[in-house]
Antibody
Framework: QVQLVESGGGVVQPGRSLRLSCAAS????????????MHWVRQAPGKGLEWVAV????????YYADSVKGRLTISRDNSKNTLYLQMDSLRVEDTAVYYC????????????WGQGALVTVSS | DIQMTQSPSTLSASVGDRVTITCRAS??????LAWYQQKPGKAPKLLIY???TLETGVPSRFSGSGSGTEFTLTISSLQPDDFGTYYC?????????FGQGTKLDIK
């Protein structure tokens, strides 16, 4: 069973940076972390889910929600089974729980999720 | 951009009831739709993908239907553990959009 564990959340001032990590484990052979697209999804306090970014299985393609384009950067290190989200020029409205999620093999739905990392942007 | 609209926003039902949640897309999305359940303080859980395919391990009382612009999630006989917020999600290529959610309470 795939496990995703986020880390790196915390309190940060507006305009500053933060990097989230998502460590993946539990893949069933022959499938590995490097076989799957990965996503970041966020949820502001008391609000719904907002898709943030996706990276293809090999890191060659990356797409972002308009609300974060140019400020947040998704990346991955397949040798470390880890997904990243570099968050620059943070705004108060970026305050949310950030989830990493694995893309399902046959569709583009999200079949495994981490527990979430809380990012609070506040002065 | 494609917009996803869920109804109702909130729903209260009794154990054993048949419950239906609707998700409408602003344009045709074929069957590229998933449903998730989220409980307070927890990550979402995939229930249905490709509009009607039940995710492994999800109870058979959950079912999905629809295509084009209108989709439904049905719980055939509501159980106490089914409380939470339900989200539909459209996916196609590199576009992903969630509905605003339907909060389900057990009476």
């Amino acid at each position: 069973q795939v496990q995703l564990v986020e880390s790196g959340g915390g309190v940060v001032q507006p305009g500053r940076s933060l990097r989230l990590s998502c460590a993946a484990s539990g893949f069933t052979s022959p499938f590995t972390f490097s076989n799957y697209g990965m996503h970041w999804v966020r949820q502001a306090p008391g609000k719904g889910l907002e898709w943030v970014a996706v990276i293809s299985y090999d890191g060659s393609n990356k797409y972002y929600a308009d609300s974060v384009k140019g400020r947040l950067t998704i990346s991955r290190d397949n040798s470390k089974n880890t997904l990243y989200l570099q968050m620059d020029s943070l705004r108060v409205e970026d305050t949310a729980v950030y989830y990493c999620a694995k893309q399902e093999g046959h569709s583009s739905s999200f079949d495994s999720w981490g527990q979430g990392a809380l990012v609070t942007v506040s002065s | 951009d494609i917009q996803m609209t869920q109804s109702p926003s909130t729903l209260s039902a009794s154990v054993g009831d048949r419950v239906t949640i609707t998700c409408r897309a602003s344009q045709s999305i074929n069957n590229w739709l998933a449903w998730y359940q989220q409980k307070p303080g927890k990550a979402p859980k995939l229930l249905i993908y490709d509009a009607s395919t039940l995710e492994t391990g999800v109870p058979s009382r959950f079912s999905g239907s629809g295509s084009g612009t209108e989709f439904t999630l049905t719980i055939s006989s509501l159980q106490p553990d089914d409380f939470g917020t339900y989200y539909c999600q459209h996916y196609y290529g590199y576009l992903y959009t969630f509905g605003q959610g339907t909060k389900l309470d057990i009476k």
